[in-house]
């Protein structure tokens, strides 16, 4: 049906995902440490990496 995964997925699809993601990632990880659990910071770090791998893909396809 579809020769690539890019066919299907266009990059605004791919770019919104990530921003999803980052935004799971950093509410989750304020949520965790509202209620005290110990989480190493790790849901800011994936959120920022996610975020910026959202733009810098964004980016790349202009």
């Known amino acids: 049906m579809f020769e ?3 066919d299907w ?8 995902i ?5 935004a799971v990632f950093l509410g989750g ?3 965790a440490q509202l209620i ?3 989480t190493y910071y790790i849901g800011y770090i994936l ?3 996610s975020f910026l791998g959202a733009v810098l893909l964004g ?4």
């Open 36 to 38: 005290g659990v110990k």
């Open 47 to 49: 959120g920022a990496v």
């Open 4 to 6: 690539r995964w890019e």
């Open 29 to 31: 990880e304020t949520a």
């Open 18 to 22: 990530g921003i999803l993601l980052a």
């Open 9 to 16: 997925m266009n990059s605004k699809w791919k770019v919104l």
């Open 59 to 62: 980016a790349r396809q202009r």
